[in-house]
């Protein structure tokens, strides 16, 4: 059974720094595109990017590119999202969904559970 | 970047209603667009692939349409386990970006 499993609820401050996490299992992790997808409280879906972990091959939307960086870790399954230093305005709830490419279509067929950040001083 | 325009951005409807969402793409995408619905406190499902191709097990009262730069999808008869908020996306070329959002009450 293919499952995405995202890190816990996590609340910072202005200016820190923060990784999350989204661990695959029950596919080759390698072989699938991973995308992150950002949700503002109240607020509809925006695409932050996309990695291939089987080579780290990474596209960031033009609205996230310089603001966030994603990764993977094809050893743990595990693709990460990561700040440098928070804003408030990063508050939201995210996602990773597997990418799945299938002929000529493709679409986000599984989906973590989401991982609220909440910055406030 | 491809732009995707919902409407409406809520409705309110009846039970039994046949209810009818567009999404309007910035450019040509031909068929490379999916619905997901979104429940209260969930992430998204995928209802819809390739603009018209139902995904396994979703429910036949769903159905979409239309290509290049628009789309229509529709519930045939909405039923109470429908209310959500429904999004289109485009896989034409990076970044594949959402619509808005469609917030789906009962009346």
């Known amino acids: 059974e293919v499952q995405l499993v995202q890190s816990g609820p996590e609340v910072k401050k202005p200016g820190e720094s923060l990784r999350i996490s989204c661990k695959a299992s029950g596919y080759t992790f390698a072989t699938y595109w991973i995308a992150w997808v950002r949700q503002m409280p109240g607020k509809g879906l925006e695409w932050m990017g996309i990695?291939?972990?089987?080579?780290?091959?990474?596209r960031y939307s033009p609205s996230f590119q310089g603001q966030v960086t994603i990764s993977a870790d094809k050893s743990i399954s595990t693709a990460f999202l990561q700040w440098s230093s928070l804003k408030a305005s990063d508050t939201a709830m995210y996602y990773c969904a597997r990418f799945e490419n299938a002929h000529s279509s493709a679409w986000l067929d599984y989906w973590g559970q989401g991982t609220l950040v909440t910055v406030s001083s | 970047d491809i732009q995707m325009t919902q409407s409406p951005s809520s409705l309110s409807a009846s039970v039994g209603d046949r209810v009818t969402i567009t999404c309007q793409a910035s450019?040509?995408?031909?068929?490379?667009l999916n619905w997901y619905q979104q429940k209260p406190g969930k992430p998204p499902t995928l209802l819809i692939y390739?603009?018209?191709n139902l995904e396994t097990g979703v429910p036949s009262r769903f159905s979409g349409s239309g290509s290049g730069t628009h789309f229509t999808f529709t519930i045939t008869s909405l039923r109470p386990e429908d209310i959500a908020t429904y999004y289109c996306q485009h896989y034409d070329s990076l970044p594949y970006s959402f619509g808005q959002g469609t917030k789906l009450e009962i009346k």
């Open positions: 990695i291939y972990p089987g080579d780290s091959d990474t």
């Open positions: 450019q040509d995408i031909t068929t490379f």
């Open positions: 390739d603009a018209s």
